[in-house]
């Protein structure tokens, strides 16, 4: 009992801290005691070493000078954040002393805030468990970020070591031969290979166009996962013999989807994938138009070489509308979905498929021209039958 009132104590005292204080109060409080504060991974004490208190009273102070300053936008945020209002910016100075009041007692929060972080934080994040969130979310990102680094810099290592160790076994006479059974490919020389199937497919076809004009009904999180998966269709696209041309149409230069997949493909503008903000009308002929939604009407039945189909851009979400099969109707283009029910036994989770698994399907069936076959393979095992539908 004396341990519930001492917590719900704290929590009390953590929000009139939080909401009753003047800025500079609430920093100083903070940094000045060595009480128990709630956080994500439970209660956790300060930060109590000196180097680290010395830190934060240095961070502290600089943020309090610029709360004092009455110019808007800081020398870092010279562009995003030039553009507030008087009230934004004021509230924007009230978000980085809450954050440096959460960086101080210990709670997940990220190193470093972009400008656009800070901007979605004023604008998006009303209340304080929604930034709380943010900050958990960019918290675990820059740990992944830092995560992958580390493990990239020991793998450099280890071959580094192992260079160096047969280059020293060589030169002592102990080392006579090398492996010679399987020789070793360059990823270079694999690459160049990849690069002229693709070439070649941009020339003579098949393409395969990827329509990025719904970028208005997803968030930032379904835009990252929607770049993700055309990561891996142009992965699992490239190594085949006979790939398809990837044609991005209704990209916007400088939309969220342009940035995020420039930022995720950062060497787009070398690959040979057409990109364009023009609509696929006004690259194809409409008769030769064939767009997949799994709202189609009209089934599948093989791939014809004539034709160029149409993939969404968007990810599957729990309520999905027609989108795609609106747009289709709106602008006079064919439309066609998968035979799932004519070869899959279905048994749960929703029938529409990833990006990927899609791209697969196309190019397991232009291969083999067997349905079968490439629903099987590229279909999740969880969600259909052994047994096959006559």
Not at 227 to 254: A, M
């Amino acid at each position: 009992m004396a341990g519930m009132i001492a917590r719900c104590f704290i929590r009390i005292s953590f929000r009139s801290m939080c909401y009753e204080l003047s800025p500079s109060s609430y920093a100083s409080s903070f940094l000045c005691t060595n009480t128990l504060l709630p956080s994500t991974g439970g209660w956790r004490y300060f930060r109590s070493s000196s180097a680290i208190l010395c830190n934060q009273a240095t961070k502290t102070s600089t943020m309090l000078d610029q709360c004092t300053n009455s110019s808007v936008a800081t020398e870092n945020s010279a562009g995003l954040l030039a553009d507030l209002t008087p009230e934004e910016s004021k509230r924007l100075k009230v978000l980085k002393l809450e954050y440096d009041v959460l960086y101080s007692s210990g709670v997940r929060v990220p190193n470093v805030v972009s400008d656009e972080e800070w901007l979605y934080l004023l604008r998006q994040c009303s209340s304080f468990s929604s930034r709380k969130k943010r900050y958990v979310y960019l918290f675990k990102t820059e740990k992944s970020i830092d995560n992958q680094r580390l493990k990239a810099r020991i793998n450099q290592q280890k071959q580094d070591e192992k260079r160096a160790h047969i280059k020293q076994m060589q030169k002592e006479g102990q080392l006579t031969f090398l492996n010679s059974f399987m020789l070793f490919v360059q990823d270079q020389t694999m690459n160049r290979s990849y690069q002229n199937n693709l070439a070649y497919a941009m020339m003579n076809g098949p393409h395969l166009v990827f329509d990025f004009s719904f970028e208005h009904v997803m968030s930032d999180h379904e835009l990252t996962n929607l770049i993700k998966q055309i990561q891996q269709c142009h992965g699992d696209n490239k190594v085949v013999r006979e790939p398809f041309h990837f044609h991005f149409c209704n990209l916007t230069p400088g939309s969220r989807t342009d940035q995020k997949l420039h930022r995720g493909m950062q060497n787009l503008d070398s690959l040979p994938i057409s990109v364009t903000r023009q609509n696929y009308t006004d690259c194809y002929p409409k008769e030769s138009l064939v767009y997949l939604s799994p709202n189609a009407p009209t089934l599948l039945k093989k791939l014809d070489p004539d034709d160029v189909y149409i993939v969404g851009g968007i990810v599957d979400r729990a309520v999905e509308d027609p989108l795609t099969f609106a747009k289709a109707k709106k602008e006079n283009i064919r439309t066609a979905r998968f035979p799932l029910d004519k070869y899959v036994k279905w048994v749960q989770g929703s029938k529409s498929l990833t990006l990927n698994q899609v791209v697969n399907i196309l190019i397991d069936l232009r291969r083999s021209n067997d349905w079968k076959e490439a629903l099987v393979k590229n279909l999740p095992k969880r969600k259909f039958a052994e047994t096959w539908i006559d």
